[in-house]
């Protein structure tokens, strides 16, 4: 059987179309340029592993609720209502324009982000590095703001706790809801929560007794009263204290001290 050119072209060519009709197996994908090649003098399709994707985009399916977990379409609004309309990527200057526009917007601060980083996801999907790169800027920033946020938000809180820990330590006294002037107030109410407390001074709310290093005579009330005072009543009374009994070490009697304001004489 004499071939010629031509027979020898469409043998060829049948031969390589049957080869190629075979599919690859799951998880591999025919080679892009190299789509056959030569095993023990035969031709078989050049198949090689499949790139697994991160983060597959699952397309919103009809009836789905918008804040499903079952779907990550790139381009589904989750809230119409809260959406920043006029949003682009077209070029530069228009992705600059919708940066501005996020920023002007009245969202909230974890909104604004979640605008530009599903502008920044759709200017790489369709190409845009540059434009992608605007956006980026912004988001950096954003988190920038976050951090220091978060970090304001632990001083605080840590501040808070030391506030807590200080009272419970600390100072003031127990309070019952029964001040010296309450029906019935005695000698057990004194004693509960260890007696009366400090009022003013650097030693205010520490117990009722001259602490060490103290150089002043304390003034003393029970906790419930203490607590109804504000800081400027509590000062004023501890100085009227230590004008009238000036003598930290003195003995004897206790001395009470008004602290009723005098009326004038008319």
């Known amino acids: ?16 179309e049957a080869v190629l009709s075979e599919r ?3 998880g591999y994908k025919t080679h892009p340029t190299r789509k056959t090649k030569e095993m023990y003098g035969k031709t078989y399709r050049n198949c090689i592993k499949a790139e697994e994707k991160k983060n ?6 009809p009836g789905q609720p918008a804040d499903s977990d079952d779907h990550s379409d ?6 119409e209502e809260k959406t920043i309309h006029g949003l682009g990527f077209k070029d530069e200057a228009k992705a600059r324009a919708s ?8 969202r909230t601060h974890a909104h604004k982000t979640q605008a530009a980083i599903a502008m920044e996801q759709r200017a790489k999907a ?12 912004f988001i950096e920033q954003q988190k920038k703001k976050t951090k220091a946020k978060n970090k304001t938000n632990e001083e605080e809180l840590e501040e808070k706790k030391k506030r807590k820990k200080k009272s419970k330590k600390g100072s003031g006294g127990k309070r019952d809801g029964k001040g010296s002037k309450s029906k019935g107030y005695g000698l057990h109410q004194w004693f509960q929560g260890g007696g009366w407390v400090q009022v003013g001074g650097k030693y205010d709310g520490k117990p009722c007794a001259k602490q060490k290093g103290q150089k002043t005579k304390p003034y003393c009330r029970d906790p419930d009263d203490r607590d109804k005072l504000s800081k400027k009543e509590k000062e004023k009374r501890a100085r009227k204290k230590r004008r009238e009994d000036p003598n930290p070490n003195r ?4 001395k009470n001290v ?5 009326r004038k004489k008319k």
């Open 1 to 16: 059987m004499n071939l010629t050119t031509d027979l020898l072209k469409q043998i060829v060519t049948e031969e390589v």
């Open 251 to 254: 003995r004897g009697k206790a």
């Open 126 to 137: 369709a190409g845009k590095t540059k434009e992608a790169a605007i956006f980026r800027k």
């Open 24 to 26: 690859c197996q799951k």
């Open 56 to 61: 597959p985009r699952i397309p919103r399916k």
């Open 258 to 262: 008004s602290q009723k304001s005098k």
């Open 74 to 79: 790139l381009y589904t609004d989750e809230n």
């Open 99 to 106: 940066v501005a526009k996020i920023k002007k917007s009245n």
